[in-house]
Nanobody, 124 residues
């Protein structure tokens, strides 16, 4: 049974940094495509960053240059380092995993398993 647990969210000020972590269980994260999505109130869930099974990375235009997705294989985890945070980054951030070998995966419906989410709030 696949399980994903996110941590690291919180309340920060505009310009601050925050790192999210997602630990997986029931699968090997190193061989899977994984991603971070986010959902702001009243908006659709959107892709933030994706790291493919091959190591290739994809970022939403709105976070390029500010966010970095990385693997932490010893912990069976992925991280999302977020810098220069803006109020518009406020959302619930979800970790997800897919078995697809296609790259990029990107689409929400392609991802089979999800974490419960962690809240990130950026005040101005």
């Amino acid at each position: 049974q696949v399980k994903l647990v996110e941590s690291g969210g919180g309340l920060v000020q505009s310009g601050d940094s925050l790192t999210l972590s997602c630990v997986g269980d029931g699968f090997s994260s190193a061989s899977k495509t994984m991603a971070w999505f986010r959902q702001a109130p009243g908006k659709d869930r959107e892709l933030v960053a994706e790291v493919a099974w091959s190591g290739m990375k994809t970022y939403a235009d709105s976070v390029k240059g500010r966010f970095t997705i990385s693997r932490d294989n010893p912990r069976n985890a992925i991280n999302l380092q977020m810098k220069s945070l803006k109020p518009e980054d406020t959302a619930i951030y979800y970790c997800a995993v897919t078995s697809t070998r296609a790259y990029p995966a990107k689409l929400r419906h392609v991802y089979e398993d999800w974490g419960q989410g962690t809240q990130v709030t950026v005040s101005s």
